[in-house]
């Protein structure tokens, strides 16, 4: 019987390739339901023992579990699709996504070896990370950012409570496919703010 | 109060409870704290030995970068990895038991192999490698290996398994979370050591994009507390890390990439809160694993393959100034003599026959051993010898215990007691003095 930890990894991984499912189904002409329940069936499908190992543990070997943000994210992107949140406004996008841009940026290129210093390492407990997580959480509240403090706050809980095998700050903060969505969903948001302003003048 | 207050006391609700428990597993993170170095608590004798054997004589698969512990009895178990070619989805990882009173080794087992680690880790598995084990704070043996899930060895991590009766049995295996980028390559080959709290330090490295080696700090039950960089660039590859006392280290590293092929050195004097930037030592490395130990005087041994290219020599070297001098003190393997010639599969099998024999002359099939180096070692009609990947060990007894791959075929297990130690330093303290006296009369 797999552990907590892994039992949440596989349902990340398989909530993450059901919601891809959906997002390619939303570009074909179907209806709402029938992406719904594929993308349901995509889920389970990848959740069952059918080789040695569930379908999602083949993926989980490539990419690691997900980070609690990107889960949070992929929930938000669920109930904006089932109309129960309302869109933000770009110049708030741009601030959300520009975070985890930010923090790929400091911990990649680091941790992979660009310099001699590890910033992987402040996700060990150091406390003025910590503070500046708290800061930036309080911001997010204070600025109408509430997907920012929540994604921050959740992550922190999550890591204090040792909800994953890993026991670094940061895998609970962002992944790679986190650090790649906030890419380009900064860009796009920067785009649409630079037509609104032309359209409006 | 309006619906927006309410959610934004909700949310400064969640953050203090979230920062809250981050804070408390924060402060709750040991300090730092000093080396522990190796205890000697019992004297293994006056008698100036060397013994050798191999510590499986099975023949057939490719039998990889052997490991030792010690056992609670004084008993030694070696892990190796085992399968038919490095990187082969069969290899698995292998151990047996050694007993210094009668002087054999056990049966060999498997410990664990690929199918079990995938299940236990609820993640695809692609191949096994490096083992190494210590023993915990708690008496419990921890066993750390590589796995690799994704492309070739730069993917690596490592995973960790426990056993509370010296490695009869074995708990599931779980993975170390070491680093941010899908977690891949971190490896470990160096032997671990203990913090003065019982935390464990594990010396490991990276080797994708970069090549650089790293130390990290674990609880006793196997948790990562910290990770610090010993290394930076392209060019470390496996650190030992070799205790002098609680505050100094000396760390040695496999030179990993092109330029002057000689062995990477960095110390600390504050028990690793900070390390001098990594500079060539005077050891030569062909881009060759190492090892070392730290005796309770300070002498510092190392084995290695002290030359610029290939494998097919292993010496035993000492430094008695900390790690800046070093002098031989015993050549294990050499074969230097023989890399002009093309040796064919014939005449590379009788070599081999007579070296196994050497080793151990009562050998019930050295045959054996000739057709399975030869298998390992032997392409297109060529074949070559390899003398590699060193794992050096103190027992609480005091003598030193060496275990190498030998040709990718077997196990070659060499035991060293202190006086024999303590005569080839004094022998070879007059050798290097005669030797200086030479050169200043010539």
Redesign the interface.
């Not at chain 2, 880790?121 to 692609?126: D, G, N």
């Not at chain 2, 994708?208 to 650089?212: A, D, E, N, R």
């Given at each position: 019987m797999?552990?907590f930890t892994?039992l949440t990894?596989?349902a990340g991984i398989a909530l993450a390739l059901a919601a891809l499912c959906a997002l390619v189904l939303r570009r074909v002409p179907v209806a709402q339901r029938v992406a719904a329940s594929a993308a349901g069936f995509v889920f389970v499908l990848l959740l069952l023992p059918l080789a040695?190992?569930?379908l999602a543990?083949?993926v989980?070997?490539?990419?690691?579990d997900l980070s609690i943000s990107t889960l949070l994210l992929l929930a938000y992107a669920a109930a904006q699709q089932a109309g129960g949140w309302p869109p933000q406004d770009v110049p708030r996008r741009i601030g959300a996504w520009l975070l985890p841009v930010l923090a790929a940026a400091v911990?990649?290129p680091l941790?992979?070896?660009?310099?001699?210093?590890?910033s992987?390492?402040w996700?060990?407990?150091?406390?003025w990370f910590?503070a500046l997580?708290?800061a930036l959480?309080?911001a997010?509240?204070?600025l109408r950012m509430?997907l920012v403090?929540?994604s921050?706050?959740?992550a922190?809980?999550a890591?204090?409570?040792?909800w994953?095998?890993?026991?670094?700050?940061?895998?609970y903060l962002?992944?790679?496919l986190l650090a790649i969505y906030a890419v380009f969903s900064c860009l796009s948001a920067c785009f649409a703010l630079h037509r609104s302003r032309q359209l409006s003048r | 109060m309006t619906a927006s207050a309410k959610?934004?006391w909700l949310?400064?609700g969640?953050?203090l409870?979230?920062?809250?428990?981050?804070?408390?597993?924060?402060?709750s993170?040991p300090p730092p704290v000093a080396f522990q170095p190796q205890r000697i608590v019992a004297d293994a004798g006056a008698a100036p030995t060397l013994r050798m054997g191999f510590v499986s004589t099975s023949a057939g698969p490719h039998r990889h970068a052997p490991s030792l512990v010690e056992l609670r009895d004084g008993r030694l178990r070696a892990f190796w990895f085992s399968g038919s070619r490095e990187g082969a989805s069969d290899v698995e990882i292998r151990s047996a038991v050694f007993d210094p009173r009668s002087g054999r080794w056990g049966a060999e087992t498997t410990v664990i192999d690929r199918?079990r680690t995938?299940?236990a880790?609820?993640?695809?598995?692609?191949k096994l490698g490096n083992p190494v084990a210590e023993r915990a704070a708690d008496g419990s043996l921890h066993l750390y290996y590589v796995t690799v899930?994704?492309g070739g060895w730069a993917g690596s991590s490592i995973t960790t398994a426990s056993s509370s009766d010296d490695g009869e049995t074995w708990s599931p295996p779980?993975?170390l979370?070491t680093?941010?980028?899908?977690?891949v390559s971190t490896l470990v080959k160096g032997t671990p050591f203990h913090y003065a709290d019982g935390t464990i330090g594990l010396p490991v490295y990276?080797e994708?994009?970069?090549?650089?080696a790293?130390l990290l700090r674990l609880d006793a039950a196997g948790?990562?507390?910290?990770?610090?960089?010993l290394s930076?660039?392209?060019s470390a590859l496996q650190p030992v890390v070799l205790v002098r006392d609680g505050e100094r280290a000396q760390v040695l590293m496999r030179h990993g990439e092109g330029g002057l092929n000689r062995v990477l050195g960095t110390a600390t004097a504050d028990a690793g809160r900070n390390w001098a930037p990594p500079a060539n030592t005077t050891l030569d490395n062909p881009n060759a694993a190492l090892t070392g130990v730290a005796l309770p005087g300070g002498t510092l041994l190392a084995v290695l393959n002290n030359i610029e290219s290939d494998r097919d020599q292993l010496t035993l070297v000492a430094s008695v100034d900390g790690g800046s001098s070093w002098r031989t003190l015993y050549t294990l393997e050499d074969q230097r003599a023989l890399r002009e010639r093309t040796l064919d599969p014939a005449t590379y099998a009788t070599g081999i026959k007579a070296l196994a024999l050497a080793t151990d002359a009562g050998l019930p099939d050295a045959a054996a051993f000739a057709v399975s180096s030869g298998e390992h070692m032997c392409v297109a009609q060529r074949c070559n010898y390899e003398f590699s990947y060193p794992y050096l060990i103190q027992t609480a007894r005091g003598d030193v215990q060496l275990v190498y791959t030998w040709n990718r075929s077997f196990i070659k297990h060499v035991e060293f007691s202190p006086a024999w130690i303590a005569q080839r330093l004094k022998e070879s303290a007059k050798e290097s003095t005669k030797e200086r006296t030479n050169a200043q009369l010539h």
């Open positions: 797999p552990s892994d990894g596989l040695e190992l569930p543990a083949y989980r070997g490539m990419t690691g911990l990649y941790a992979l070896g660009a310099a001699p210093y590890d992987y390492r996700g060990y407990g150091e406390p910590l997580l708290l959480a309080v997010g509240t204070a509430p403090a929540v921050i706050s959740l922190v809980l890591w204090g409570l040792g994953y095998e890993s026991g670094n700050l940061w895998d962002i992944d790679p | 959610t934004r949310l400064l969640l953050t409870i979230a920062f809250a428990a981050g804070f408390a597993k924060a402060f993170r199918a995938q299940r880790l609820s993640r695809y598995v692609k899930s994704l779980r993975r979370v680093s941010p980028f899908l977690n990276h994708f994009i970069g090549k650089f790293e948790a990562v507390l910290d990770k610090q960089r930076h660039g392209r």
